[in-house]
């Protein structure tokens, strides 16, 4: 499966952003798709993952509450959309899909998926 992500941009501190994967090709149906983020100079970090029928969500600590991943089959696609923004939400956003159940803390993670988007950047001023 070939993903897109979209819908990165600028946004001002205690804003919010909706970011779109996409399946340029091939069925989202039966992955996990999760949403990762990589700052400059540092590692590419989970930020929220999604089960294939979408019952099943994780957060990372430091997006629950103000993040919502969610999916769309009919229209495979995958939303992260993105509530009070901070500047340490700044980096470039990658979806992802795994054949996995990739919905808790040891599973979602980068070594987990192998199908990859280029990213979309989100830039949050202060």
């Known amino acids: 499966v070939q993903l897109q992500a979209s819908g990165g941009g600028l946004v001002q501190t205690g804003g919010s952003l909706r970011l779109s994967c996409a399946a340029s090709s091939g069925s989202l149906d039966y992955y996990s798709i999760g949403w990762f983020r990589q700052a400059p100079g540092k590692k590419r970090e989970g930020v929220s993952c999604?089960?294939?029928?979408?019952?099943?969500?994780y957060y990372a600590d430091s997006v629950r509450g103000r993040f919502s991943i969610s999916r769309d089959n009919t229209k495979n696609t995958v939303y992260l959309q993105m509530n009070s923004l901070k500047p340490g939400d700044t980096a470039v956003y990658y979806c992802a899909a795994s054949y996995y159940t990739a919905t808790n803390y040891h599973t979602c993670r980068r070594e987990v998926f192998d199908s990859w988007g280029q990213g979309t950047l989100v830039t949050v001023s202060s």
């Open positions: 999604i089960n294939s029928s979408g019952g099943s969500t």
